[in-house]
């Protein structure tokens, strides 16, 4: 009898464990929202990107910078955002990008399948979809995104995206397409809807 009340209550915890409500219990590269970028890399790296430029600035309150996957098997890049003047380097956005440099289609395989497995673990989040958003970046108008957006009740966001690049911009720029997993905080989203 006491085996099999044990073995309930490792399934209901094990559900709890399993549908999580809040977008910080989802971790990309063992990082997320809140954590510090010094879990997987030193001053020195963080430093190293400030200084050879290779960091956009938002306004001189925000960072974001690419990095290389410390799990290789996942992601290509991990984009992380940060406050510029934060020692203490705490993460405000985190995505995971993977290059599809010849097979469009199976970014999209892709993407189906971890817009899935949010829908299986954020059953409470809010989910749009967006079709072929035309890119501000091509003016041919021949590159663009497809996307899926999850809101959470505290604002956060995760948002899963297939960047489609046209021929134009592969030759020109080297733009090759790509899937884009990101995970936003409410902070940064309110910040980047008031200053662009």
Excluded at 128 to 144: A, L
Aim: negative net charge.
């Amino acid at each position: 009898m006491k085996i099999f009340i044990l073995i309930l209550i490792l399934i209901f915890n094990f559900q709890s464990w399993t549908k999580a409500d809040d977008i910080r219990d989802f971790q990309i590269d063992g990082l997320s929202i809140g954590d510090s970028i010094l879990a997987n890399y030193n001053k020195d790296q963080i430093q190293n990107k400030i200084s050879n430029r290779k960091v956009y600035d938002h306004n001189g309150t925000y960072y974001e910078a690419y990095f290389l996957p410390k799990e290789q098997d996942n992601y290509d890049y991990i984009k992380i955002t940060w406050k510029q003047k934060d020692k203490t380097y705490e993460i405000f956005g985190v995505g995971g990008v993977i290059e599809y440099p010849d097979n469009f289609n199976e970014c999209l395989v892709k993407q189906k399948k971890i817009i899935k497995e949010i829908e299986n673990l954020f059953e409470k989040a809010k989910r749009n979809d967006h079709e072929k958003h035309p890119s501000v970046y091509d003016s041919t108008g021949d590159s663009y995104f497809i996307e899926t957006n999850f809101q959470f009740i505290n604002g956060d966001t995760a948002r899963v995206y297939c960047s489609y690049w046209s021929k134009k911009m592969f030759e020109e720029k080297g733009y090759v397409h790509t899937l884009s997993f990101l995970l936003n905080s409410d902070e940064f989203l309110k910040f980047l809807e008031k200053n662009y």
